[in-house]
């Protein structure tokens, strides 16, 4: 009897063991990361887009990392840089949309190879929209917009580089809804920086996410790039060692979204 007890107990604990090792093993599969995802990353560096070392920002601050978007040129780069922000924006907030608005400058090459790699990897045609900084008082396609003009109804995904104070989106988000009766989906940028916004303690895509009531969502975020590029090579050489780790945990307890 006390045999047939001990073994009963000796049971459930292995029972116990495996359903722990279960969770475990479920709970990491939840956090990988995205093939696409950690694709991004290395394009981004490949590209000389992000960059890591010793820079000063316009605002006069020092950072450890500096983005330029700008350095997104040849036609290759740009087919690819559309099919990450396609695949993202499928993730993120799947079909059911009609138009992508890409505030000027860089959001119009953006919307325009997204719209593109949409649909060749989902074949669904989505329009394209953009905004003028000046407006065309001329022609056929004259006024305040490029591409598809907007229309009562439309979903629209607004889409953009990078986001550090949310000022754009407080100049075009007013533009994109007295255009047309359109809902505004989401926001999609290919990397937040996860600083923080003008309040001084969220970052600037939780602020655009409270004060205008739509989704905002990166491909990729800092923390993303920092799990997976730490002590790894990237072309043959570490990016982000111990000395830029440190410095970016520095950087981020004094400017990091609370």
Request: proline share 2%; charged share 30%.
């Amino acid at each position: 009897m006390l045999e047939s007890e001990q073994l009963n107990v000796f049971l459930k604990q292995d029972i116990n063991r495996i359903s722990r090792i279960h969770r475990n093993q479920k709970d990491k599969s939840e956090v990988v990361m995205e093939q696409y995802k950690k694709e991004f990353i290395e394009f981004m560096i490949d590209c000389n887009v992000l960059k890591f070392g010793d820079f000063v920002t316009k605002s006069g601050r020092k950072t450890p990392f500096f983005v330029n978007t700008g350095f997104y040129r040849t036609g290759s780069q740009l087919k690819r840089l559309g099919e990450y922000y396609a695949k993202a924006i499928h993730d993120t907030y799947g079909d059911d949309f009609d138009v992508l608005f890409g505030p000027a400058y860089k959001g119009i090459p953006i919307s325009v190879v997204t719209a593109i790699a949409y649909s060749e990897l989902y074949g669904k045609e989505i329009r394209y929209c953009s905004d003028r900084k000046e407006e065309k008082d001329h022609g056929a396609d004259k006024g305040s917009f490029l591409g598809s003009k907007l229309k009562d109804g439309d979903r629209v995904v607004m889409i953009e580089d990078v986001t550090t104070s949310g000022k754009s989106m407080e100049e075009t988000v007013p533009k994109v809804r007295s255009a047309a009766d359109v809902e505004i989906v989401g926001l999609m940028v290919s990397l937040n920086r996860m600083e923080v916004g003008k309040g001084g303690e969220k970052s600037a895509l939780d602020e655009i996410q409270e004060e205008y009531g739509f989704k905002a969502n990166a491909i990729v975020s800092m923390a993303d790039v920092v799990e997976y590029l730490y002590n790894k090579e990237c072309n043959g050489k570490v990016v982000i060692d111990d000395t830029i780790k440190t410095a970016i945990d520095e950087y981020y307890k004094q400017y990091g979204a609370k």
